[in-house]
């Protein structure tokens, strides 16, 4: 039985999806009317040594992944029976969803949402110091604006030089050639994942297919790849960089960022990326300066508009804490999450001239089909 005492502070609303050992809902954070997710594990349906250790290497790195394209970690505590993580709640379903929904998206579209993603990933590899090892649709998350949050850390670990990782994790259709053969790798297997996802994104299918396992992985390790004819050589050449087997020859994530294939496709996507690097060194710079764990630079990021990063001092810092989800600590976090997601991105944008243009009663049905 969940523990009331514990939520004191949030009302759950409804049950968003439910798996063997735990279950995700619905809730409101009461004194700041804020809409959150709570994942809710019970710690006596698995081993309890290997949740903890899981869990609180997730929540380490999540606490770390201050981004406007990750899924924000707001606080997590448990009972006798219960482990809560109460995450950033987002509308908008599954990119996995989307493709089913639409098809295979146009590049230029296609290229936004790759973007966004690629600066995720380029954040955690760089100042989170983590992998993420399970890059695909499903744990891509789409807002109301259809800009991405990367979602669902349970596979990801930290890495160094001198720490490669050996663990067999993800999916399959995303796996790269390294993890599947058994080797030592690094973080390049994001890499892998990603240009699977383009390639799906684009054409609306894997690269690689098949009903058994066992086949599949022979195809991933072997099989050259088929491009249908209408992808623009750009996309085509970018996806083929991402895809080559040897990691070390694979692209790294700075050049899939200064690719011209991201950078010509729309010209809004260029200062976005450059606004968000600008802003993750920011970030690192003063996570350097206090040397605290826990730190949240929220402010720092409603200066970020596409294209201009507004040269003021960042004006607040909030220390998030460990307590209970009634502490006056975490209530900051929650309040300020609204103006944290104050950018303005590239598929918004588009959005805001459509709504312009389009007369209110059209308006309003688009609205209510979405």
């Known amino acids: 039985m969940i523990d009331a005492s ?40 698995i081993d309890t040594m290997k949740i903890e250790y899981f869990l609180n290497k997730e929540i380490c790195i999540m606490k770390e992944a201050v981004h406007p394209f990750i899924c924000r970690f707001y606080e997590a505590f448990e009972s006798d029976l219960f482990i809560y993580i109460v995450m950033e709640y987002i509308s908008g379903g599954t990119l996995l969803d989307e493709i089913y929904k639409s098809g295979k998206m146009n590049e230029r579209d296609a290229s936004i949402i790759f973007s966004e993603l690629m600066l995720a990933i380029s ?17 891509i998350l789409l807002d109301e604006n259809h800009n991405i949050r990367l979602i669902d850390f349970g596979f990801s670990n930290l890495f160094s030089k001198d720490n490669l990782m050996t ?18 790798y690094t973080e390049k297997i994001d890499v892998w994942s990603a240009g699977i996802l383009l390639y799906l994104l684009v054409t609306g299918s894997f690269p690689f297919s098949d009903f058994g396992v066992t086949n599949l992985a022979q195809k991933i390790v072997y099989d050259d ?61 003063e996570q350097q300066k206090y040397k605290c764990e826990d730190f949240v630079c929220k402010d720092l990021m409603k200066n970020i508009i596409v ?33 944290y997601r104050g950018i303005i991105t590239p598929q918004a944008r588009r959005r805001e001239k459509r709504a312009k243009i389009m007369p209110p009663l059209i308006r309003g049905y688009r609205k209510s089909i979405n």
């Open 167 to 184: 663990t067999q994790c993800g999916s399959i259709y995303y796996a790269a050639p390294e993890l599947i053969v058994g080797q030592e």
């Open 6 to 45: 514990l939520l004191r502070d949030y009302e759950i609303k409804s049950t968003l999806g439910e798996g063997e050992y735990s279950k995700v809902c619905f809730a409101i954070h009461k004194p700041t009317e804020t809409n959150v997710a709570i994942k809710i594990i019970r710690k006596t349906s």
């Open 225 to 285: 790849i088929v491009y249908p004819s209408h992808l623009s050589l750009q996309v085509k050449d970018l996806i083929s960089r991402m895809l080559i087997r040897n990691p070390k020859e694979r692209i790294t994530v700075d050049e899939i960022l200064s690719h011209q294939w991201v950078r010509t496709m729309e010209a809004d996507i260029a200062s976005m990326i450059d606004g968000i690097c600008i802003a993750d060194n920011m970030i690192s710079h």
């Open 307 to 339: 294209g201009a990063i507004f040269k003021t001092r960042i004006k607040s810092a909030f220390y998030m804490s460990q307590t209970k989800p009634n502490s006056s600590k975490s209530q900051p976090t929650l309040a300020l999450e609204q103006k």
């Open 123 to 139: 954040y955690l590899h760089k100042h989170c110091h983590a992998a993420h090892r399970d890059i695909k649709a499903e744990n």
